[in-house]
């Protein structure tokens, strides 16, 4: 099997640099034209089916990818939503340093995030058994992802960019995208 983890397209949130978290905030008009050209992308090979978190900047990433490519988006998993950053959503890092230091009230931990990522990949690759699947969703996650199945620090993926691993739950190899840090 197949997978592309695609990170959804730009925010205002992103582009002012502010912490998104689970805040459901929606795709700007660059993060549209990005989805579609991820699809353009994608359109290269051959896909089976596509999935999405059930946040509104990945869900509708996927709207915009699944019409590109013939398809529908099959399911919207709550598990595939971005880290939960608690106190701090909607604030920079630096206003976030500012008013709390380093321990954000509320922020769910890398490791708990790398724990729920493979184990919602997994899932998801195991009720949508097909040989390449697209899964939709957020720039920490895909990176806590590629970090707890190489065992090595990645980059978070810029918006619209996927990641592709070969393999099956349980045993995932990188096979395109992932940049080491």
Not at 149 to 177: D, H, K, Y
């Amino acid at each position: 099997m197949q997978i592309a983890l695609v990170r959804h397209g730009q925010t205002d949130w992103n582009l002012d640099l502010r912490m998104q978290g689970t805040s459901d905030i929606p795709l700007n008009d660059t993060g549209r034209a990005q989805a579609l050209e991820a699809a353009v992308l994608l359109a290269d090979d051959r896909w089976d089916a596509i999935v999405s978190s059930t946040l509104s900047r990945a869900a509708v990433t996927a709207d915009i990818i699944a019409e590109r490519l013939g398809m529908e988006v099959l399911e919207r998993d709550p598990r595939l939503v971005e880290r939960a950053y608690g106190e701090v959503e909607g604030l920079t890092k630096a206003e976030a340093t500012e008013r709390f230091g380093t321990a954000w009230p509320g922020e769910e931990s890398y490791e708990a995030l790398q724990r729920r990522a493979v184990a919602a990949v997994d899932a998801v690759a195991e009720r949508h058994a097909v040989d390449h699947l697209v899964i939709v969703t957020h720039g920490t996650f895909i990176r806590a992802f590629a970090d707890a199945t190489t065992g090595l620090e990645t980059r978070t993926p810029r918006n619209a960019e996927s990641i592709r691993f070969e393999g099956a739950p349980g045993a995932w190899t990188p096979v395109e995208g992932v940049v080491l840090v």
